[in-house]
């Protein structure tokens, strides 16, 4: 049985451009509309740039109302709206739609409030991420989810992904740290979810909206909570040569009851790909390394330090390094960090991929991508949020070649089943958007899927949010069912499920 979200927007009548232009023009002023194609051509991907597509109409809203008055209209005239906060995702969930608006958020910039006492900050959705930290470090506090994009990703656009970082693990991901969404639906309503208390009456539909891909509706505030900045926080880099030791490391760490702040890992071709780009002192001979962080007092710092020290020794260690400084410790984290620019100079292009698997599977996982590459012609470079499970493989090809594009997407079609397969999910900070949405036919029943519509329709009858995103229709799912690149199996039959 269908749901009635099944039929594509496109198929619809959409009115013609000028109808549209004349709309918007009622509520929003004439620099804040961009209808020329050279205005438009910066607006047709996200950072997937596999898929591109020049939106009908890109509007930039300076305030509340404005936004109100654009989906209002868009509701009127039965037009796509697809919001874009810097662009910097991952999935395609901010590709716009051909005969549709792109709600660019950048013009929301502001931080609005910070409450020193009750550690939050009251921010529009185009704030970057890294400029929370930097508003209030000067109080001892800073924001927690620090994705790798910090620098110029927004918090709308974290709220959209559910986005996380390096030290994710010890402070959670971004559902974690919001605390109150203001939004606006599509008939303009304005919403607020979640409460500044520790509670909020009603069901929890704060956490619904967060990591719902713009699906739901347009953010325009958001208080975050705030933490102190620790004391002192130390890195340990260790090293290993074995990807399968450094994997049982992890775990061990886990299972001694440990919590770093954060524990990620990085390969050789990872290390080797990213250390003459940052030199952040990788040791470029293991076969991989992980770099686990410890924040606190000094004195829990130490203790910490000489626990994560004997487990990696235990594990078998080849070397074992300890951040000397802060800017020592810095720069291993920016060696990580800079993983993705890092590979635009060993290779034209590279797909992220972001999958999430349990922590045990780690070296079985990693093994099963050594041989994938052989599969598909293509190196993969990879580096996880080994703490928490979430792998981010970097499939190195050349978009030029059309044969290796079309490799590269069944590469990462491929370790995204691989996941699933093995008892984990198709993403765990990026978002499914347009790059994973086949992949949701193997990952859910389609009842589950159906449930998800239901919810998608409570706050969007007509559809019209980011469509033909994240849920993938009955029609989707047999059509990929028939063209599965995996002949309609799972990747790598050999490796059991639990």
């Known amino acids: 049985m269908t749901t009635e979200l099944e039929m594509p927007v496109s198929e619809t009548v959409v009115p013609p451009l000028d109808e549209i232009l004349h709309a918007l023009r009622v509520v929003v002023p004439e620099h804040c509309i961009l209808a020329r194609d050279e205005q438009k051509r910066p607006y047709e991907c996200d950072g997937l740039s596999l898929y591109r597509q020049i939106p009908m109409v890109v509007v930039l809203p300076e305030n509340e109302s404005q936004v109100q008055g654009v989906l209002r209209a868009a509701r009127r005239l039965n037009v ?158 260790a090293s290993f040569d074995d990807v399968e030791k450094a994997g049982q490391a992890v775990a061990a760490v886990i299972a001694a009851g440990i919590i770093p702040a954060g524990l990620e890992m990085m390969d050789q071709r990872a290390t080797e790909m990213v250390e003459p780009f940052v030199k952040a002192g990788y040791d470029v001979s293991a076969k991989a390394i992980l770099l686990c962080e410890s924040d606190g007092t000094e004195v829990e710092v130490a203790e910490e330090i000489a626990r994560m020290t004997r487990v990696f020794e235990g594990v078998g260690a080849t070397r074992i390094q300890v951040s000397e400084t802060e800017s020592e410790r810095l720069l291993f984290w920016a060696g990580r960090k800079n993983a993705f620019p890092a590979a635009g100079r060993v290779s034209p292009d590279y797909y992220c991929m972001d999958g999430t698997i349990p922590r045990r599977r780690l070296s079985d996982v990693l093994q099963a991508i050594e041989t994938m590459q052989t599969t598909f012609g293509l190196r993969c470079a990879n580096v996880f949020h080994a703490g928490d499970g979430n792998l981010h493989p970097l499939i190195l090809f050349d978009s030029n070649d059309p044969d ?9 079609a491929a370790i995204l089943e691989l996941c699933v397969q093995v008892g984990g999910t198709i993403t765990g900070e990026h978002g499914v958007g347009l790059e994973k949405i086949n992949q949701m036919c193997v990952q859910f029943e389609r009842d589950e899927l159906d449930t998800f519509f239901g919810v998608k329709r409570a706050f969007d009858p007509e559809g019209l949010l980011n469509p033909e995103k994240v849920i993938p229709t009955l029609a989707r799912c047999a059509e990929y069912g028939k063209m599965h690149v995996h002949g309609g199996k799972l990747p790598f039959a050999d490796i059991p499920r639990f």
């Not at 013009?107 to 009251?122: E, L």
């Not at 290796?404 to 990462?412: D, I, T, Y």
């Open 404 to 412: 290796e594009v079309e490799r590269a997407e069944k590469f990462g």
């Open 80 to 237: 796509p709206v697809v919001t874009r906060g810097a662009g910097t995702g991952l999935s395609g969930g901010a590709m716009p739609h051909a005969q549709g608006i792109l709600l660019g958020m950048s013009k929301f910039n502001r931080i609005k409030h910070i409450d020193p006492v009750a550690a939050t900050a009251v921010v529009e959705p185009g704030v970057r991420n890294l400029a929370v930290s930097e508003a209030v470090a000067h109080l001892g506090l800073y924001y927690a989810p620090d994705p790798s994009s910090q620098i110029a990703c927004s918090i709308g656009g974290n709220i959209a992904e559910n986005s996380g970082g390096v030290h994710c693990l010890k402070y959670g991901l971004t559902v974690h740290n919001v605390l109150k969404v203001r939004m606006v639906t599509l008939d303009g309503e304005v919403v607020e979810l979640g409460s500044e208390a520790p509670d909020a009456p009603g069901p929890d539909l704060l956490s619904t909206f967060i990591g719902s891909e713009g699906m739901l509706g347009v953010v325009t505030e958001v208080t975050l909570r705030l933490l102190p900045k620790p004391a002192l926080a130390k890195v340990i880099m």
